[in-house]
Nanobody, 123 residues
Framework: DVQLVESGGGSVQVGGSLRLSCAVS????????MAWFRQAPGKEREGVAH????????HYVDSVKGRFTISQDTTENTLYLQMNSLSPEDTAIYYC?????????????????WGRGTQVTVS
């Protein structure tokens, strides 16, 4: 089955930057919908950013607009999340997701494939 593998997490100072990557294990598969979610201790899983490749469209949760950028490299079959101006509120485990059922992108139960997550700590 398809596997999504996140990388690039770590510890960053307030105001710093980080770039997360999500590699799709099967290079014969191309997803039209991919997204980043995050979950902090004691909080619900939150949709961070979504990209719809065929439409050339992206969406972001309000709290990261202007700071985060979602993109994908089709030749490498990899999804990215560039995170700038990081704050402690961004501390969470970040998950990559792919293949969405019809509906609102930020609902976790609409997504079929998930990575195991990468920790981001801002302090």
């Amino acid at each position: 089955d398809v596997q999504l593998v996140e990388s690039g997490g770590g510890s960053v100072q307030v105001g710093g930057s980080l770039r997360l990557s999500c590699a799709v294990s099967d290079n014969t598969v191309r997803f039209n919908n991919m997204a980043w979610f995050r979950q902090a201790p004691g909080k619900e899983r939150e949709g961070v950013a979504h990209i719809y490749f065929l439409a050339g469209a992206t969406h972001y949760v309000d709290s990261v607009k202007g700071r985060f950028t979602i993109s994908q490299d089709t030749t490498e079959n990899t999804l990215y999340l560039q995170m700038n101006s990081l704050s402690p509120e961004d501390t969470a485990i970040y998950y990559c997701a792919a293949e969405k059922a019809w509906g609102e992108w930020s609902l976790p139960n609409l997504w079929k494939y998930w990575g195991r997550g990468t920790q981001v700590t801002v302090s």
